[in-house]
């Protein structure tokens, strides 16, 4: 687990160094990234005292409460970096970034839960897929939404403190809302396990398509390859821990994997139009 964490903290840092050097944006990135981490953790405090759904491994070394501290810093640059990836795909400032933001997070924690609820990290109380209920990935995803959202008014608003400041409060208010309302309104009823043969192949359905849309409308094209690139190191540590903690479980692979051709497509459609362009600079 300290190995863990270790590596946790240098994506972490690898992450922030990258995306500040240069930009103009950096200050109030840094302070976004502080009100959205304690944000989160009210927000997971919260669930986890009131709803009992789920609780972490004790192995881990340093807990705020319930929560750990890498689970916390964590979770704003995974929602930044889902907000960054929406922005470039949809435009800068477009009035769905923040959906397309919380739509991104979704397909992220669905991937991270998975595996880390596999390895031993956390775990459950309610089933789901691979025992990860859907109200949990959605949750999470509710909670971006509102954060990205509240990100682009706060750039619109040039960064006033006090509208910053909302970030600490709305989005747990908001989630705990979502939560309330689409567990007595839905999943009470319909909290079963799901199949992992239907997992995976929703999994790989859904991956093809994206796959499909992305070549037909060369979509990496709008995308920055450092953006890209700043995913890859977190997305190799989970795969890394897929392949350790797998146990021979065929079904779950192939979920797992099924994450992958989308962003090899976006990666792959990069160095292809760099080729492209070398070619005809060469034939002029």
Not at 47 to 58: A, E, G, N, P
Not at 191 to 202: D, G, H, M, Y
Request: charged share 10%; hydrophobic share 55%; net charge positive.
């Amino acid at each position: 687990m300290f190995l863990f964490e270790m590596i946790i903290i240098s994506i972490t840092a690898f992450y922030v160094v990258m995306f500040t050097v240069n930009h103009p944006d950096g200050r109030h990135f840094l302070l976004w990234i502080v009100l959205v981490a304690t944000s989160a953790w009210i927000t997971e405090e919260t669930c986890v005292r009131l709803y009992v759904f789920y609780s972490y491994s004790q192995s881990w070394h340093i807990l705020l409460s319930h929560l750990p501290l890498m689970v916390i810093v964590v979770w704003p640059l995974l929602i930044h970096c889902a907000w960054d990836l929406a922005s470039q795909l949809l435009g800068y400032g477009h009035r769905f970034v923040p959906l397309a933001a919380g739509g991104i997070v979704l397909t992220d924690a669905t991937f991270i839960e998975t595996v880390s609820v596999r390895s031993g990290l956390w775990a459950w109380q309610e089933p789901g897929i691979f025992n990860v209920p859907l109200i949990g990935i959605l949750g999470w995803a509710c909670f971006a939404f509102l954060c990205a959202f509240l990100y682009e008014e706060g750039r619109r608003r040039n960064y006033r403190l006090w509208f910053s400041l909302l970030v600490i409060v709305l989005p747990a208010v908001g989630t705990h809302l979502f939560l309330l309302v689409s567990w007595w309104g839905v999943f009470r009823w319909i909290n079963i396990p799901i199949e992992a043969e239907l997992a995976a192949a929703t999994a790989w359905t859904m991956s093809i398509g994206l796959v499909f849309v992305f070549l037909r409308f060369r979509t990496g094209l709008h995308v920055k390859k450092k953006t890209l690139l700043l995913r890859l190191p977190a997305a190799l540590f989970f795969f890394t821990l897929l392949v350790c903690n797998a146990d021979g479980s065929v079904f779950f692979i192939l979920f797992v994997v099924a994450f992958a051709p989308p962003y090899l497509t976006l990666m792959a459609q990069q160095y292809i139009v760099r080729h492209e362009r070398q070619t005809a600079r060469g034939n002029e």
